[in-house]
T-cell receptor
Framework: ETGVTQTPRHLVMGMTNKKSLKCEQHLGHNAMYWYKQSAKKPLELMFVYNFKEQTENNSVPSRFSPECPNSSHLFLHLHTLQPEDSALYLC??????????????FGPGTRLTVL | AQSVTQPDIHITVSEGASLELRCNYSYGATPYLFWYVQSPGQGLQLLLKYFSGDTLVQGIKGFEAEFKRSQSSFNLRKPSVHWSDAAEYFCAVGNAGNNRKLIWGLGTSLAVNP
């Protein structure tokens, strides 16, 4: 595997379900990101982890819970979601999340539908 | 407040024609500028970026962009479009320090007629 991979690619869940999204990067990077992409809205940064430490939480509702066990893996745990959470969830990585913006490398995304 | 504007929501060009996608930003300091492309069902791929130096930047797939500070613009260009260039194009702007989070434009959808 190369680059940034995400599983599953598609997910349909009910509002009472619990599911997790997985992201893995094979680039040797130290920073990982979760973004939400919705139609007619700019890309929304949700969380950033730098060297496994959460450095950004963009006022994301607690029904989204990130986990970064190591610099190569990032999870997004989902529970009690709302229909408006339906979107494409993108994972990205970069060398570091430091003083200046760095090139981010994106996975293909997970298309989430909440019924 | 910092913002990024991509004025064109959708553009259609003929294959072989030239292309220019516009990006305007509102930023207080010297910006870090990016163009990404997203093909259907894919994540975003970096086309090019500008941090400093020569204001004309060359990227992948034959794209280039020019940073014009006086116009607060970073327009993306390609002299001859190929059908495979049909995709969504995103401009993003960041800054060093506390504002290093990228601000993203809404994107421009490009269709290419054969």
């Amino acid at each position: 595997e190369t680059g940034v991979t995400q599983t599953p690619r598609h997910l349909v869940m009910g509002m009472t379900n619990k599911k997790s999204l997985k992201c893995e990067q094979h680039l040797g990077h130290n920073a990982m990101y979760w973004y939400k992409q919705s139609a007619k809205k700019p890309l929304e940064l949700m969380f950033v982890y730098n060297f496994k430490e959460q450095t950004e939480n963009n006022s994301v509702p607690s029904r989204f819970s990130p986990e970064c066990p190591n610099s190569s893996h990032l999870f997004l745990h989902l529970h009690t979601l709302q229909p408006e959470d339906s979107a494409l969830y993108l994972c990205a990585s970069s060398q570091e999340y430091d003083f200046s913006p760095d090139t981010q490398y994106f996975g293909p995304g997970t298309r989430l539908t909440v019924l | 407040a910092q913002s990024v504007t991509q004025p064109d929501i959708h553009i259609t060009v003929s294959e072989g024609a030239s292309l220019e996608l516009r990006c305007n930003y509102s930023y207080g300091a010297t910006p870090y500028l990016f163009w990404y492309v997203q093909s259907p069902g894919q994540g975003l791929q970096l086309l090019l970026k500008y941090f400093s130096g020569d204001t004309l930047v060359q990227g992948i797939k034959g794209f280039e962009a020019e940073f014009k500070r006086s116009q607060s613009s970073f327009n993306l260009r390609k002299p001859s479009v190929h059908w495979s260039d049909a995709a969504e194009y995103f401009c993003a702007v960041g800054n060093a320090g506390n504002n290093r989070k990228l601000i993203w434009g809404l994107g421009t959808s490009l269709a290419v007629n054969p």
